[in-house]
C-alpha cells in the first residue's frame, strides 16, 4: 500500500493569500521528498525537493518544510496565483540515488480564487 | 523543443486489443521510467531503464512490456487489453548521478481508453 497520503483532498484559497498543502508519510526509512505540480491536462512538474538532513528548504516563492518526528512534509506559496492551481503531489523515496522510485502520495488540489 | 514526448497522447481502443505508447527523451538522460495515474490521480511507477537495461519493475501484469532501444526511448506495449487499464500513463526521465537534484521530467501523458 502507499506510505505517503496527504491530509487535505483539497484547498481553495483567496489570490494573494498564502497556501499550505500538507503531506504525510509513514516510511520512517525515506530520505528524500519532492513536491511536483501537476496542471490539467499535462505531467507532474517538479517543484522543490528536501533531504532529511534538512527540515527546510526554500524556492522561489515556495518553501518545504520537513518534520522527521511526526513524519510530516508541507508546501507553503507565497502569494498564491491563479496559475498555481493545480494538483499537488508529494512524493518519497528511500534514496535520492535511485529518485525515479518514488511513492507518490494522493494529491491535493489547489483552487485560487480571483 | 519538448524534452520527453510521448505519442500518441490519446489512444481508443477495444478490449482484447494490442497496443504500443513511444517515448523519446531529448535530454541526455540516463535513466527513462514509466508510470501509470489512475482515475483518482494517483500514480505508480511500472518501469525504469538505466542505460537501456531494467532496474525496476513494479508488480504489473506481463501483458505490459517495455522496450529500450537506446537510452533516448523506451517504449511500452501492452498486450491484451483489459478495461482495467484505461488511465493516463507519463513517461519520466532523469539523470542519475551525484550532480543530480533528484528531478524527474515528465511528459505530457497519454491517455488510454479501453471500451
Known amino acids: 500500500g502507499e506510505s505517503v497520503g496527504l491530509h487535505l483532498p483539497t484547498l481553495s484559497v483567496q489570490e494573494g493569500d498564502n497556501s499550505i498543502i500538507n503531506c504525510a508519510y509513514s516510511?520512517?526509512?525515506?530520505?528524500?521528498f519532492i513536491w511536483y505540480k501537476q496542471e490539467s491536462g499535462k505531467g507532474p512538474q517538479f517543484i522543490i525537493d528536501i533531504r532529511s538532513n534538512m527540515d527546510k528548504r526554500q524556492g522561489q516563492r515556495v518553501t518545504v518544510l520537513l518534520n522527521k518526528t511526526v513524519k510530516h512534509l508541507s508546501l507553503q506559496i507565497a502569494a498564491t496565483q491563479p496559475g498555481d492551481s493545480a494538483v499537488y503531489f508529494c512524493?518519497?523515496?528511500?534514496?535520492?540515488?535511485?529518485?525515479?522510485?518514488?511513492?507518490f502520495g494522493k494529491g491535493t488540489k489547489l483552487s485560487v480564487k480571483p | 523543443d519538448t524534452a520527453v514526448s510521448q505519442t500518441p497522447k490519446y489512444l481508443v481502443t477495444q478490449m482484447g486489443n494490442d497496443k504500443s505508447i513511444k517515448c523519446e527523451q531529448n535530454l541526455g538522460h540516463d535513466t527513462m521510467y514509466w508510470y501509470k495515474q489512475d482515475s483518482k490521480k494517483f500514480l505508480k511507477i511500472m518501469f525504469s531503464y538505466n542505460n537501456k537495461e531494467l532496474i525496476i519493475n513494479e508488480t504489473v501484469p506481463n501483458r505490459f512490456s517495455p522496450k529500450s532501444p537506446d537510452k533516448a526511448h523506451l517504449n511500452l506495449h501492452i498486450n491484451s487489453l483489459e478495461l482495467g487499464d484505461s488511465a493516463v500513463y507519463f513517461c519520466?526521465?532523469?539523470?542519475?548521478?551525484?550532480?543530480?537534484?533528484?528531478?524527474?521530467?515528465f511528459g505530457e501523458g497519454s491517455r488510454l481508453t479501453v471500451l
Open positions: 519520466a526521465s532523469s539523470q542519475l548521478d551525484t550532480a543530480n537534484t533528484g528531478e524527474l521530467f
Open positions: 512524493a518519497e523515496n528511500i534514496s535520492w540515488r535511485s529518485q525515479g522510485n518514488l511513492i
Open positions: 516510511n520512517s526509512a525515506s530520505d528524500y
